[in-house]
T-cell receptor, first 114, second 114 residues
Framework: AQSVTQPDIHITVSEGASLELRCNYSYGATPYLFWYVQSPGQGLQLLLKYFSGDTLVQGIKGFEAEFKRSQSSFNLRKPSVHWSDAAEYFCAVASGGGADGLTFGKGTHLIIQP | NAGVTQTPKFQVLKTGQSMTLQCAQDMNHEYMSWYRQDPGMGLRLIHYSVGAGITDQGEVPNGYNVSRSTTEDFPLRLLSAAPSQTSVYFC?????????????FGPGTRLTVT
């Protein structure tokens, strides 16, 4: 069965500093990978996705993620965070064939220090 | 487009009561799903539907019923509420089987069972 691990429950970053959120997945074939963001009291918004092709994908709000098959990772990065980036971030994986939804990681809570 | 809408936003139930969480989308999406979000657990798939008249179970289906009589609506029924069903419930939809994984989420329903 597929699974997603986000090793960091909380991360604190100073405003203007760079950010990297880690995500490791377990899946036998080529995974479909996603990063979602959830602001307090809100639903989930898709930041970016990887299906195939270029392993560095660009998303909204200045985020990017790099797919590394050898490390089974899909880490999310941003060169300079803003206070508005404070939120919960979820990595998710979908199987390549079925329609049985997404498997989510447990999330990383991002705190931005002024 | 309103996107994915959910009602109610908040609900308190007593143990043993039943209720229906409503979900509707106006994007003509074939695929719809329900997730629950619990602290430290990420999102877990309850039920999903690949089209009107077709539903299937996800990871945590016990205690929940769904039906899909129209493309637009995908209600989630709690048959006899239990405190373990206290959670935030999200409905999601996506275009079709080939793009199943790019899902759009509703704002959520926060349910408390006492």
């Amino acid at each position: 069965a597929q699974s997603v691990t986000q090793p960091d429950i909380h991360i604190t970053v100073s405003e203007g500093a760079s950010l990297e959120l880690r995500c490791n997945y377990s899946y036998g074939a080529t995974p479909y990978l996603f990063w979602y963001v959830q602001s307090p009291g809100q639903g989930l918004q898709l930041l970016l996705k990887y299906f195939s092709g270029d392993t560095l994908v660009q998303g909204i709000k200045g985020f990017e993620a790099e797919f590394k098959r050898s490390q089974s990772s899909f880490n999310l990065r941003k060169p300079s965070v803003h206070w508005s980036d404070a939120a919960e971030y979820f990595c998710a994986v979908a199987s390549g064939g079925g329609a049985d939804g997404l498997t989510f990681g447990k999330g990383t809570h991002l705190i931005i220090q002024p | 487009n309103a996107g994915v809408t959910q009602t109610p936003k908040f609900q308190v139930l007593k143990t043993g009561q039943s209720m229906t969480l409503q979900c509707a989308q106006d994007m003509n999406h074939e695929y719809m799903s329900w997730y629950r979000q619990d602290p430290g657990m990420g999102l877990r798939l309850i039920h999903y539907s690949v089209g009107a008249g077709i539903t299937d179970q996800g990871e945590v289906p016990n205690g929940y019923n769904v039906s899909r009589s129209t493309t637009e609506d995908f209600p989630l029924r709690l048959l006899s509420a239990a405190p373990s069903q206290t959670s935030v419930y999200f409905c999601a939809s996506s275009h079709d089987g080939t793009r199943t994984y790019e899902q759009y989420f509703g704002p959520g329903t926060r349910l408390t069972v006492t």
